[in-house]
């Protein structure tokens, strides 16, 4: 059994990183690794508590989700054609992620490729921060097939484990012209196909792993999760209103090496 402690701690590491640029995956395995939580259990237990950080997302911007099942011509992101700029962004990742399935989970799943995607990302968005376009455009319903289809790719990075989903997507953003506050919703949006697409197919595939006696350390580390997941967001945008993503930069440069230290 999956001991009850341990469950608490990784639904919280899972809640709060999973949409900043700091890298969830990254996080989660060098907290297991502390934890000496490994193994297929663990791996399926770190796949299903994301689905408590989706929830939170979808509550949050419930708005935006349901405006999808009717296109209103005063909000261009809705419709038929907001799924489709968001099945565009969806696609790169998704692919490209059912292809190198195998050699990521086998190459890429430890401390060192962690560390190194944590530092490369941290560098990545400085030098982003220290060159970035003027804004052009002010919120997602500005966001055409262009900018949906560039994010995308640069959402593929975030398959090396420590460079981050959210941070991938929000540089991307930054690059097309997106403003801070746009490129960050427009992160959160995009989030939600691929993650449900991806755990879903991770927790199929490991679902013999699992017995009765899980049930309660996994809903426990999905409700931690949700409302973790939901401050981190409220306090992400909220912040993204004050300040740079530099001091996530800097973050992911000091961890690097103490992740590197503490595997030593």
Avoid: N
Avoid at 75 to 83: A, L
Avoid at 102 to 111: D, Q, S
Avoid at 151 to 159: D, E, H, K, P, Y
Avoid at 188 to 207: E, H
């Amino acid at each position: 059994m999956i001991p009850m402690v341990v469950a608490l701690i990784l639904g919280v590491v899972e809640g709060v990183t999973e949409f900043l640029p700091v890298s969830s995956t990254g996080h989660l395995i060098v907290a297991g690794r502390l934890l000496g939580f490994t193994g297929p259990k663990a791996a399926t237990f770190e796949i299903f508590i994301q689905l408590g950080a989706i929830l939170a997302v979808v509550v949050i911007e419930w708005r935006r989700f349901t405006g999808l099942l009717r296109f209103d011509p005063a909000r261009p992101f809705s419709g038929t054609r907001g799924i489709a700029l968001l099945a565009l962004t969806s696609l790169p990742i998704l692919g490209t992620g059912f292809l190198l399935h195998t050699v990521i989970k086998e190459r890429l799943f430890g401390t060192v490729p962690v560390a190194i995607g944590l530092f490369a990302g941290g560098v990545a968005i400085l030098i982003v921060e220290r060159f970035l376009p003027v804004p052009r455009i002010q919120g997602v319903d500005g966001i055409a097939w262009r900018e949906a289809f560039i994010i995308g790719l640069f959402q593929c990075l975030a398959l090396w484990p420590g460079v981050s989903r959210s941070g991938a997507t929000i540089v991307g953003g930054l690059l097309c012209g997106l403003q801070r506050r746009a490129a960050a919703d427009y992160s959160f949006l995009a989030a939600v196909p691929t993650m449900i697409v991806a755990v879903s197919y991770d927790l199929l595939k490991s679902r013999g792993a699992l017995d009765a006696a899980d049930a309660a350390p996994f809903a426990v580390g999905f409700v931690v999760s949700f409302l973790a997941a939901w401050i981190a967001v409220r306090f992400f945008i909220a912040l993204l209103g004050r300040t740079t993503l530099r001091p996530f930069a800097w973050y992911r440069i000091a961890i690097a090496p103490a992740i590197l230290a503490v595997r030593g």
